[in-house]
C-alpha cells in the first residue's frame, strides 16, 4: 500500500481550556476526550495558548512565553445527542478571543439557550489561568467534537468561541468537594511561580489553576496571596502559598485530575500520589509541555496534535509572520491500524485513513490560495539518525501564516481531520520561507 502525505499543517487551535460556570442549578461536565474538562462546576482543563494583546498573560520567570493571567471565557451547553443521551459542549475562547467584559455582558444566556435548543446552559466566566504551562502525561491530544459528531468554532454574539470538548453530564457538586476529571494533561509551573494552595483536613494539598471572576470581577492576581483571608474555610482546611525554588509539575492521581473550588469559583487541582517533584520536572514548565514519542539521544519529540502545542510555539503562530508566502515542510509517521476517536470500527490503516483527510485537504488548501509543491514517501536514511524513520513528506505553500491559520481554524478542515487524528501517529511541521535574493 503506498503512504500518503499531509499536505497541510493541522494548526487549529483546539484548546480544551475550561473552569466553572455561572449557574444556580442543573449539571455540569464529566469529560469524556483528552484534552478534557472538569466535572461538576468546574471544567478548567489544561491548554497551552497565547494570550490576545488586551487579555493578560506574558513573560514568564525565565523569559518565556506564558499561560499566567491568561483570561479566558467559556459557555457550556447540556444538548441531547442522536442516541438520546444528554452531552455537555464546552464552547471556549482561549487562544481566539479576549473576552472583553464588554461582550461578555452583552451575552443573553436564555436567548442562547434557546437558539441551541439546550436543557441547560453554564456560563463560565470571566477566569484567568494562573499556571505556566502544560505536560500532557499520557501522550493524549484530542479536540471537542459537536453533537453530530463534527469540530467546529462558532460566534457568540461578538465572541469568538471554539469547541473545547464534548463531555458527560453530571451533577453540580458544593464547594470545597472534588470531583474526579478524566485526563491525561495536567499543569506545569516555572521556578520563581508563586503558586496558591488549599490543604484539606486529610493533608490534600490542591494547587490553584484558575482564578474566578464571576463572583467578584475585581479580583487580581496581586489579590491571590491574601485570598485566604477572604474565604470562608471549612474546619480543618487551609490556604497558603509560597514561591517555588524549581519548576514543578502536578501529578495526576491514577483515576485522573481532583479538582475542588472555593465559594469564589476559583479551582484548584490535587497533587496526587507522587507528585512530581522539583527534579522530576527539571526546565522550564513549557519545555515539557510538547508530550509524544521521543527520539533517543536527540531530544526530538514527535507529537499528533491539531496545532502549536507548546506556548512559545502558539505564540509565534498568532505572530503576523514572514512577509510573502509560507511553506509547510510536514514530516509524518502513521498508525499501523487507524484509530477513530469516536470508537468507530474501522478495517482501514493509518495510511488509508489519512488519504480520506488528503483527498480533502488538498481541495481546501486551494480554496484559500494554497497549493501542494510536493509530496513523497521515505525510503531510507542516507546521512544521520534518529529512533524511527518518517513515513512520509510533503510540502505546501500558503500566501502567509494567517492564511494557514483561517483554513486550520474553518469547519471544513475540522471535518476532515477526524481522518488524520485516525490515522496519523505523529508529525513534525516547519515553516519555511523562500531565500531572499
Known amino acids: 500500500m503506498k503512504k500518503t502525505i499531509t499536505l497541510a499543517v493541522a494548526m487549529a487551535l483546539a484548546l480544551a481550556a475550561c473552569g466553572d460556570s455561572d449557574s444556580d442549578d442543573g449539571e455540569a461536565p464529566t469529560t469524556t476526550a483528552a484534552p478534557t474538562t472538569e466535572a461538576a462546576e468546574t471544567t478548567d482543563a489544561p491548554a497551552a495558548t497565547d494570550a490576545p494583546a488586551d487579555a493578560a498573560g506574558g513573560q514568564g520567570a525565565a523569559g518565556e512565553f506564558t499561560l499566567y493571567d491568561l483570561r479566558y471565557c467559556e459557555i457550556l451547553l447540556t444538548l441531547t445527542n442522536e442516541d438520546g443521551e444528554e452531552i455537555t459542549e464546552v464552547w471556549g475562547t482561549p487562544g481566539v478571543d479576549p473576552c472583553t467584559d464588554e461582550a461578555w455582558d452583552a451575552l443573553d444566556p436564555a436567548a442562547i439557550q434557546a437558539e441551541n435548543d439546550a436543557s441547560f446552559i453554564q456560563m463560565n466566566g470571566p477566569r484567568h489561568f494562573i499556571v505556566d504551562g502544560t505536560v500532557d502525561v499520557g501522550g493524549g491530544s484530542g479536540q471537542g467534537t459537536a453533537a453530530g459528531g463534527e469540530a467546529v468554532g462558532r460566534q457568540f454574539g461578538d465572541i469568538t468561541m471554539t469547541l473545547l470538548a464534548t463531555t458527560e453530564a453530571s451533577e453540580e457538586s458544593a464547594a470545597y468537594v472534588p470531583d474526579l476529571v478524566e485526563r491525561t494533561t495536567t499543569w506545569a509551573f516555572d521556578a520563581g511561580t508563586e503558586i496558591y494552595e488549599l490543604t484539606d483536613p486529610e493533608g490534600n494539598v490542591h494547587v490553584m489553576q484558575s482564578y474566578s471572576l464571576i463572583e467578584d470581577r475585581s479580583i487580581t492576581a496581586a489579590d491571590l496571596p491574601t485570598l485566604g483571608d477572604r474565604l470562608e474555610l471549612p474546619e480543618g482546611w487551609s490556604y497558603s502559598s509560597r514561591v517555588l525554588d524549581e519548576p514543578f509539575v502536578v501529578d495526576l492521581a491514577p483515576e485522573g485530575a481532583f479538582v475542588v473550588q472555593d465559594e469564589l469559583r476559583n479551582s484548584y487541582q490535587r497533587i496526587g500520589a507522587g507528585s512530581a517533584g522539583d527534579e522530576a520536572a527539571a526546565g522550564s514548565a513549557s519545555d515539557d509541555a510538547m508530550a509524544g514519542e521521543q527520539t533517543p539521544e536527540g531530544g526530538m519529540i514527535v507529537v499528533n496534535d491539531f496545532g502549536p502545542s507548546t506556548p512559545e510555539q502558539i505564540a509565534e503562530f498568532q505572530e503576523p509572520g514572514p512577509d510573502g508566502p509560507i511553506f509547510m515542510v510536514n514530516l509524518l509517521e502513521f498508525k499501523d491500524q487507524a484509530e477513530y476517536e469516536d470508537g468507530r470500527e474501522t478495517d482501514l490503516t493509518g495510511a488509508e485513513a489519512y488519504a480520506i483527510y488528503e483527498e480533502g485537504v488538498s481541495e481546501l488548501i486551494q480554496q484559500f490560495g494554497g497549493e501542494v509543491v ?64
Do not use: C, K
Open 374 to 437: 510536493f509530496e513523497a514517501d521515505v525510503t531510507f536514511l542516507t546521512i544521520g539518525q534518529v529512533g524511527e524513520l518518517w513515513d512520509a513528506v510533503g510540502i505546501a505553500r500558503y500566501p502567509s501564516r494567517a492564511t494557514l491559520a483561517e483554513m486550520s481554524s474553518s469547519p471544513e478542515f475540522a471535518e476532515l481531520s477526524v481522518h488524520r487524528t485516525a490515522g496519523l501517529a505523529g508529525q513534525l511541521n516547519i515553516e519555511t520561507v523562500e531565500p531572499v535574493g
